[in-house]
C-alpha cells in the first residue's frame, strides 16, 4: 500500500485544489443605494482551465459576453475586468487566444434612474481544460435602491434611452420564424412544410438518450475489462525478478513452519487473502483521495500526463538495468520486524505486506498504470476492481502450491530469462511513456511530437526490441544468448512485424491498430492520405429535412471553430475508412458550430428550462441552445443520431478517440433506424 502511496506523490502535488470541472460564478452590487451603485460578476476558474476574454479574437473560441437589461437605471461606461487577459498563440487554431485563469472579475457602473433599480445578466462565452470545451450559460438579476437626487438626475437620459430600446425591440418569435425561412429557406420547430412533422425537433429527449446510456451490459463489461486487464497485470508482475524466486521460498516456509498439512494451507491462504486485501485497499484509498471524478481529470490532464510521462520512462530506464529503484529499507525493515513480534494470522498479513514493499521496483509501473486506465472510466470502484484482478493474480502461486507442493519441482528456476521479462516491460514503459507526453504536447501545442516523430520513435523501440530478443543487443545484468528458443523467437517476430506494419503511417496510413495512441493524422506534416468526412450542411432543420428525403438516420456533430479536441476526433476518428464509408452511404451528417458568430437575421427570444429568457443573437447561440436544451450537453464535441422526427437512436458520444467504439456507436444507431 506505501509502496503506491509514494507513485502517487507527484500526481497529489498536480491535482492538489481540483474541486470541479467546472468554473463558478458569483455575484454582488457596490454602491447600493448611492448615485453611482454596480453590479461586479466574479469568476472562479479552476486549476487547468481557462476562460476566453470579452474581446477573444475570430477563430478562437467563444468569447465571453455581457448581455444585460436595464430597469430604473443605464450604465455608466464599459464593463471592466480586474485584471489583463493572458495572450497565448494556439498552432493548432492559428489564432491568438485570449483568455483569463484562477480569479477575474467584471465591473459594470450603473448611473440609477429610478428609486429601485434592476439588472437582468445573460453571461455567454465559453471554457476550456485540456480535454474539452463548455459554454458559459449565466442568469442572474441584480436588484437595489437609489438615493432621489440621483434618480431625478438622470430621469430625462434615462426616459429618451428607454424609448429608442423600445423601438429596437426584437419581433416575436413566429415573426422571426418566418422572416428566416423567407430568407434562409430554413426550416424551424414546430413548423409544418411540405408535410415533415417538425413538432419534437427541438423538443427534450436527455430521458430517451439516458436510456441507451444505462446498459448494464456496458458496465459490466466495462468492469470485466478492468479487471482482466489488472489480473494480466498480476500475472506480468508475477514473473518478474522480484517476485517469481519469493514463491518456492514463501511456500516452503509455510509447509516447513506447520506440522500439519492443513495449516500449511490455511496459511498460504490467508498470505494471499492478506495480498489482495493490501492491493485492493490500496485501489480504495486512491479513489478516496482523489474521488472518480478527479481521478479521470487527472487521466486527461496535460500536467499529469506529463508527469505521468517521466515516471514511466524512470522505470523503463530502471527495467532496462540503468539504476536500481527501491523503497527505503526503514520501511521494508519495520514491517518485517512486525513479522517476528507478532504471531497467527497478523504475522502472515505482515509477510505479505514486506512482499508488496520489496516488489515496488516490478510491481510499481504495472499498478500506476492499471489506475490510470482504470480512472479513465470515471467510475468509483474500478481502481479497486483492477487492484483486485492484479492482487488475485499475484496471490494464486502461493496457495496454490501450498496446496499442491509437488507441483514447485515442475516451476522453472530462477534466471537470466527473468531479467530479459524486466527489459521487455522496460521496452514497453518506454513506448507507453510516449503516448502521455503526446497528449501534453497536443494539450500546449508544442509540436515537438508530431505524428510521424511519435511513428518514428514506436519504429525504433520496436525494432530494437525484436533485435535484443534475438539476442543481437545486450544490456546491463543480461546474460550471453547462446541460442534462441521458439517462444524467445516468436516474440522477436512480433515485435519486428509491428515496426515494418507502422512505417505506411509515415505518409498518412490510418494504422487502425494504433490509432489510440498515435498522435491525430491532422499534426502530420507529409500526409498522402484523403479519407475525410465532410458534412452534407451545416444547419439541424436542413440536415432532418435532408434525411427526410434520402431515407436515411441523421448524425449530428455538435462542433466549433476553437474546439481542439473537435480537431482531433475529425483527424483520428472519422477519417478511418470504414467510419467515412458508413457515414457517407448510411447517414445525413450535420455538424454544427456552437461558435458560430454569423448573426442570425434577427435575434429569436427563447426560454431556459428554468424559465427565464434569452435572446439568440448568433448561429453559435442558436446550436448551443439546442444541444443543451434538447440534449442537456453542454460540450463539445458531442455526437447523436436522431430518426427524422428528432428522436435519439443511440447513446449520445461524446469525444474519445476510439475508431471502434465509435463504429459501434453508428452501427447499433442504423440498426435501431432500420428497426424502427
Not at 443605494?33 to 479552476?46: L, Q, R, Y
Not at 517476485?243 to 506440522?259: A, R
Request: proline fraction near 5%.
Amino acid at each position: 500500500m506505501i509502496q503506491k502511496i509514494s507513485l502517487f506523490v507527484a500526481m497529489l502535488l498536480i491535482s492538489f485544489g481540483i474541486k470541479g470541472a467546472e468554473v463558478t460564478w458569483s455575484y454582488s452590487v457596490t454602491g447600493d443605494n448611492t448615485a453611482g451603485p454596480a453590479v461586479v460578476f466574479t469568476a472562479t476558474i479552476n486549476p487547468g482551465y481557462h476562460l476566453y476574454a470579452i474581446d477573444n479574437p475570430q477563430g478562437g473560441g467563444v468569447p465571453l459576453s455581457f448581455n444585460l437589461k436595464y430597469e430604473g437605471c443605464v450604465p455608466d461606461g464599459p464593463i471592466k475586468p480586474s485584471k489583463a487577459y493572458t495572450k497565448a498563440y494556439d498552432d493548432i487554431l492559428e489564432v491568438d487566444e485570449h483568455y483569463y485563469e484562477g480569479t477575474v472579475s467584471f465591473t459594470q457602473k450603473l448611473k440609477p434612474t429610478a428609486a429601485k433599480w434592476s439588472v437582468k445578466a445573460d453571461v455567454g462565452g465559453q471554457y476550456c481544460n485540456d480535454s474539452g470545451c463548455f459554454r458559459v450559460n449565466e442568469l442572474h438579476t441584480f436588484t437595489g435602491t437609489a438615493p432621489a437626487a440621483a434618480v431625478k438626475e438622470e430621469a430625462a437620459a434615462s426616459e429618451a434611452e428607454k424609448k429608442a430600446e423600445e423601438e429596437a425591440k426584437v419581433e416575436s418569435v413566429a415573426e422571426m420564424v418566418d422572416s428566416l425561412h423567407a430568407e434562409s429557406g430554413v426550416l424551424q420547430p414546430g413548423v409544418n412544410i411540405s408535410g415533415a412533422d417538425t413538432s419534437d425537433w427541438w423538443t427534450n429527449v436527455e430521458a430517451e438518450i439516458k436510456a441507451f446510456d444505462t446498459n448494464p451490459e456496458e458496465e459490466n463489461h466495462s468492469m470485466w475489462y478492468i479487471f482482466i486487464a489488472g489480473f494480466i497485470g498480476g500475472l506480468i508482475a508475477l514473473v518478474t525478478p522480484c517476485v517469481w524466486p519469493m514463491i518456492p521460498m514463501t511456500v516452503s516456509f509455510f509447509l516447513k513452519s506447520n506440522k500439519s498439512r492443513k495449516k500449511s494451507i490455511m496459511s498460504a491462504l490467508m498470505y494471499g487473502l492478506s495480498i489482495i486485501i493490501i492491493y485492493v485497499g490500496l485501489g480504495i484509498i486512491v479513489t478516496a483521495l482523489f474521488g472518480a471524478s478527479a481521478l479521470n481529470v487527472l487521466a486527461t490532464s496535460a500536467g499529469f500526463n506529463i508527469a505521468f510521462f517521466i515516471l514511466l520512462v524512470i522505470f523503463a530506464f530502471s527495467f532496462m538495468g540503468g539504476f536500481e529503484i527501491t523503497l527505503p529499507s526503514k520501511w521494508s525493515n519495520s514491517v518485517d520486524a512486525k513479522v517476528d513480534t507478532t504471531s497467527g494470522y497478523l504475522s502472515i498479513f505482515f509477510m505479505a505486506f514486506t512482499l508488496c514493499l520489496v516488489s515496488f521496483s516490478c510491481t510499481g509501473p504495472i499498478i500506476g498504470t492499471l489506475l490510470v486506465e482504470a480512472a479513465a472510466t470515471s467510475n468509483f470502484i474500478s481502481p479497486a476492481i483492477g487492484m483486485a484482478g492484479f492482487a488475485l493474480a499475484l496471490a494464486l502461486p502461493f496457495s496454490l502450491f501450498a496446496m499442491f507442493p509437488t507441483m514447485l519441482k515442475s516451476i522453472p528456476k530462477s534466471g537470466g530469462w527473468m531479467n530479459t521479462v524486466k527489459v521487455v516491460l522496460g521496452f514497453l514503459e518506454l513506448a507507453l511513456a510516449l503516448k502521455f507526453l503526446s497528449v501534453a504536447d497536443l494539450a500546449y501545442g508544442w509540436r515537438i511530437l508530431d505524428r510521424e516523430v511519435f511513428l518514428s520513435l514506436w519504429i525504433v523501440i520496436f525494432a530494437l526490441l525484436g533485435v535484443y530478443l534475438l539476442g543481437k543487443l545486450r544490456l546491463p545484468h543480461d546474460d550471453k544468448v547462446e541460442k534462441v528458443g521458439v517462444f524467445r523467437f516468436m516474440l522477436a517476430v512480433i515485435s519486428l512485424s509491428f515496426a515494418v506494419y507502422m512505417v505506411p503511417g509515415l505518409w498518412g496510413a490510418p494504422l487502425k491498430s494504433v490509432s489510440a495512441f498515435a498522435p491525430p493524422v491532422y499534426t502530420q506534416d507529409f500526409n498522402l492520405y484523403t479519407g475525410d468526412v465532410h458534412a452534407e450542411t451545416d444547419d439541424y432543420e436542413e440536415g432532418l429535412k435532408l434525411a427526410a428525403q434520402l431515407n436515411k438516420p441523421l448524425l449530428v456533430d455538435f462542433s466549433g471553430y476553437g474546439c481542439v479536441n473537435c480537431r482531433k476526433m475529425e483527424a483520428a476518428v472519422l477519417t478511418n475508412a470504414d467510419i467515412k464509408r458508413t457515414i457517407e452511404e448510411d447517414f445525413v451528417m450535420v455538424t454544427l458550430m456552437v461558435d458560430d458568430r454569423k448573426p442570425l437575421p434577427a435575434p429569436i427570444t427563447v426560454k431556459e428550462i428554468d424559465g427565464q429568457e434569452r435572446e439568440l443573437r448568433t448561429y453559435g447561440d442558436k446550436w448551443s441552445y439546442l444541444e443543451r436544451t434538447k440534449f442537456g450537453a453542454n460540450a463539445q464535441p458531442y455526437y447523436v443520431i436522431l430518426n427524422q422526427q428528432g428522436h435519439p437512436l443511440n447513446h449520445a458520444f461524446p469525444y474519445k478517440e476510439n475508431v471502434q467504439e465509435f463504429l459501434n456507436f453508428l452501427r447499433t444507431g442504423l440498426k435501431n433506424y432500420k428497426k424502427k
